[in-house]
């Protein structure tokens, strides 16, 4: 068990949020739905919320404020994390407001001024205002645009006004740069906020205390004792009734070029000057720019791809991707994807990061993996022991969130014979916990304008330039060979072999 020194948030000086209206885009949509209006009304019963703020759902449909807080009391308490509280949704709702109209008709951003002003005074929340673009991708330049046009942009005196763009940040960067130059025509890069769910993840924050609050690990964490890195996102669900969007999209694309990378300069970064958001933002940017492009030779052997066939998930039979709804038959989409990366600065030069991500795999699973290299004698040999396994490094970040040393010990008797034990550290340990939607951190952390879990457009322009060469040389050189992986299997065999030419494997689970 742990020492609980106390429940989180305490002793850290947590304040509400600052006073604002929080406009979402996209309002009666399935992100609004399940995930920000829950995160909200978290943040409420948490005491994170100031006292002046309202809720402002814009969105095409004709809806009032009567039938927005209707339709929003039905989502909150079918996928609320925490039971639903009539005393607190009573409250919370006489905070819900709704505009209507085409989002891409300049009157709307009119109207949307206007009931603005008037909301603000209401609710006193002094100017400030959050705008969140919970819309498909394709209309996010369109609104920042709309909104700069209408001045509701402006962030005159201490008001503020921000906006929070969710993935995916263009499809290649030529697109990347697109979007980015949009937006900077009409917001500085401090009033943006590109968010990826995956860092609001409690064990993805952790990453930063585990590094540089403990004195044991830093000084090890280099390529003086590091072998290799493993960074797998597995998932065993398939399309879900996004097939759509996902044929257009890939793991590549999807997965790996944004929640991956994310991780992976996590892993690698620099320790900062200090906590503040650029400090950290910075050497995160530093950790993409020093990863060394692969060439076109270097695609065919160190980037492999995949594409699930039918086969048994759970115990259950399930179709191939080319079956799933809205996916064309003679798909070449990658529903698999796995890189062998190098980071080229004094740090980690020739200690490869190999990072994977895929749909259909045996299982759900999260992780970080770091190997360290073995010991340099084996002094075991006259034991009868030729091999010893190096020391392995696991942070779980979902289904469970966990931190896992895999030692050696002796076990006990005459003899010599070694066993993995853990040291194993389990957030259950800190108690119960209240459930969340790993949104609530993010959502906050913008109220009181703390970027450091967002992506900078530096950031999202480097992801770009490592993942466009890859994807392509896919396009220009369609896979023949898929499916290649059974669903319910972790991926090709094609994976285990990148790997296996370095005399490694895959760590799984």
């Not at 005159?156 to 006004?161: T, V």
């Amino acid at each position: 068990m742990v020492e609980q020194v106390s429940p989180r948030g305490e002793g850290r000086g947590e304040r509400p949020g600052d006073p604002c209206l929080f406009v979402v885009f996209g309002a009666t949509g399935d992100l609004t739905k399940r995930k920000l209006l829950p995160s909200i009304y978290n943040l409420r019963a948490h005491g994170l919320l100031p006292e002046q703020f309202a809720v402002v759902g814009a969105m095409r449909r004709q809806v009032d404020d009567a039938g927005f807080r209707d339709e929003m009391a039905k989502a909150l308490k079918q996928f609320s994390t925490q039971p639903f509280d009539d005393d607190v949704w009573e409250e919370f709702r006489g905070r819900l407001h709704a505009v209507s109209g085409d989002l891409g008709n300049v009157e709307t951003y009119r109207r949307l001024g206007e009931r603005l002003e008037e909301l603000g005074k209401r609710h006193g929340t002094a100017g400030n205002v959050l705008f969140y673009l919970a819309t498909p991708p394709e209309a996010f330049a369109e609104i920042v645009c709309h909104l700069g046009a209408a001045g509701l942009l402006r962030a005159d005196g201490d008001r503020w006004r921000r906006v929070v763009i969710e993935k995916p940040f263009g499809r290649d960067i030529d697109s990347a740069l697109a979007l980015n130059t949009e937006v900077r025509g009409v917001l500085r890069e401090d009033q943006v906020f590109r968010i990826d769910h995956y860092l609001g993840k409690e064990t993805v924050q952790n990453l930063l205390v585990f590094r540089f609050a403990n004195g044991v690990f830093e000084p090890i964490w280099n390529r003086r004792y590091i072998d290799h890195v493993q960074i797998t996102v597995a998932e065993e669900l398939g399309m879900e009734g996004r097939g759509a969007y996902y044929d257009r999209a890939g793991a590549l694309r999807d997965v790996i070029q944004n929640h991956v990378f994310a991780l992976l300069s996590l892993v690698a970064m620099e320790p900062p000057s200090t906590l503040a958001g650029e400090a950290v933002r910075n050497e995160k940017v530093k950790v993409l720019e020093a990863i060394r492009p692969l060439s076109p030779e270097e695609i065919l052997t160190s980037a492999i791809r995949g594409q699930y066939g039918e086969g048994t998930v759970g115990g259950k039979r399930v179709p191939g991707y080319r079956s799933e709804p809205a996916v064309a038959a003679g798909s070449k989409t990658d529903t698999y994807a796995a890189l062998k990366l190098q980071v080229d600065n004094w740090r980690w030069a020739g200690v490869p990061f190999y990072v994977r991500s895929g749909k259909r795999l045996a299982r759900r699973d999260t992780h970080i993996a770091i190997l360290f290299k073995a010991p340099p004698l084996l002094l075991f040999r006259d034991a009868g022991l030729e091999n010893v396994e190096p020391n392995r490094l696991e942070i779980h970040i979902q289904p469970e969130e966990s931190i896992r040393m895999r030692m050696k010990a002796k076990v006990p008797g005459p003899a010599i014979r070694l066993q993995d034990v853990r040291l194993a550290f389990s957030y259950q340990d800190f108690g119960p916990l209240p459930q969340a939607t790993g949104y609530e951190r993010l959502l906050y952390d913008v109220m009181i304008g703390d970027a450091t879990l967002y992506h900078r457009a530096d950031m999202v322009e480097a992801a770009w330039k490592i993942a466009t060469p890859i994807l392509d040389l896919w396009e220009n050189l369609p896979a023949r060979d898929f499916p290649n992986y059974a669903a319910g299997s972790w991926g090709p065999a094609a994976a285990d072999e990148l790997l296996g030419r370095d005399g490694r494997r895959w760590v799984n689970g």
